[in-house]
């Protein structure tokens, strides 16, 4: 719902900027998307703190599926942050600003969450791992912005002063909307995503359940029936 | 206290009588030196250019040690029996990043000297002092997120590979540091200015990740 008013508003109501014209309205897209992601990934940091403290698997789970949507948004980010620097800068990539090479970084990093935890077998142990590289990685995110920045500052200092401050007003609106929109997707996505691993989980011991019973009691037994169905 | 310092000794000790790591890590650094000669045909290499290919060969450099030290731990049981031991786990971390500083060190010490021979015209020796501030406070921040890391890797399937892909993306900030140090230190004249501002931020670097390792080692090391 929010969404659709988000592109609404994006189309309709908010104002072509003055020297980027249409081009610039991809911008509620890209930034929503970023500052989302970002978010999602120290989420998944906090959420990586819970399953060790409390040893529960769906913290795990929630913190993996934070973080796999988070890649998933990140390479969102970086192909529209590409078509807005080839429309307004003229290349597709540039070195010279520092939240898209932070970004760079950080998305390079998550995707190294993978292989990771793809290359553990035993499933407490890959929990536990991968809750300490989502730690590690959402304490690096901030470190790496103010690395990053400090590092370009130096030549170019003027991207400091570049957030929202002087956005008109019908730009801001719009640009809220269409942040809190993309927050929202965020998070619809990750609970499906939730579900329906919960579900192919629910479904896989159901099986090895119906399995179990079918053995000992040969074929056409009867209590197959009785397996409590979980609905989901 | 006492099980740190006899596990680093230990792996200091193994180092000295098979001579595996730092020879071969020193051997790299070196024969990547004369391949980024050939590679941006170059003879001398001042500022940036010089602190880019200085601190890209000493992290790949790195990178080697760091997989040894830890791979050969596990080939030969060695966690199993610190695990039995009856220490703080985070000992093992610490020993483990002890270790890792001496093999920096030492790697440095061979590898600077080439670095010059090689690259610099003059001036070199007076960058001395503050350039070792500088690499002190880089390898600090690489062997305590070096010896987390691979404490990670190496309990996974892929082991060595996985190193690299992990370690690298994380220390884009020591690199960053370390590098913008390093250039007003080997520019032709030296400067010395800005350099204390990239201290700082390498001894931040240090301490967040020192802190966090320390946090989350336990969990890496229970079973």
Redesign the interface.
Known sequence: MLLTTAIALVFFYAPNDADQGFVQKIFYVHVPLAIVALIGFVAAGVMGVMHLRTRDDRWDQRSYVAIHMGVIFGVGVLATGAIWARASWGKWWVWDEPTLVSFLIVFLLYVTYYPLRYSIEDPQRRARYASVFAITAGAFVPINFIAVRLAESLVHPRVLNQTAGDMPGEMRLTFLVALAGMALLYIALVKLELTSKHARYELRRLRRLLEEEDRPSGAAAQPIATVPAKPN | MRAIAAIARKDLLVELRTKESVPAMALFAVTTFVIFHFGLDRDRLEGELAAGVLWVTLLFAAILGINRLFVAEREQGGFDGILMAPIERTSLLLAKAGALLVYLVALELIALPVFALFFIEEGFWEAVPRLAAVILLADLGLAVVGA?LAS??V????RDL?LP??L???T??VV??AA?ATKPLLSVPLETS?VG?WLA?LA??DL??GL?AYA?FD??M??
């Open positions: 987390m990670i890797a309990h996974t399937r892929a996985l892909i992990l690298l993306p994380l884009v900030p960053i540091g913008a800005g501002k931020v931040l670097y967040v990740f966090l989350v969990f890496l229970e079973d």
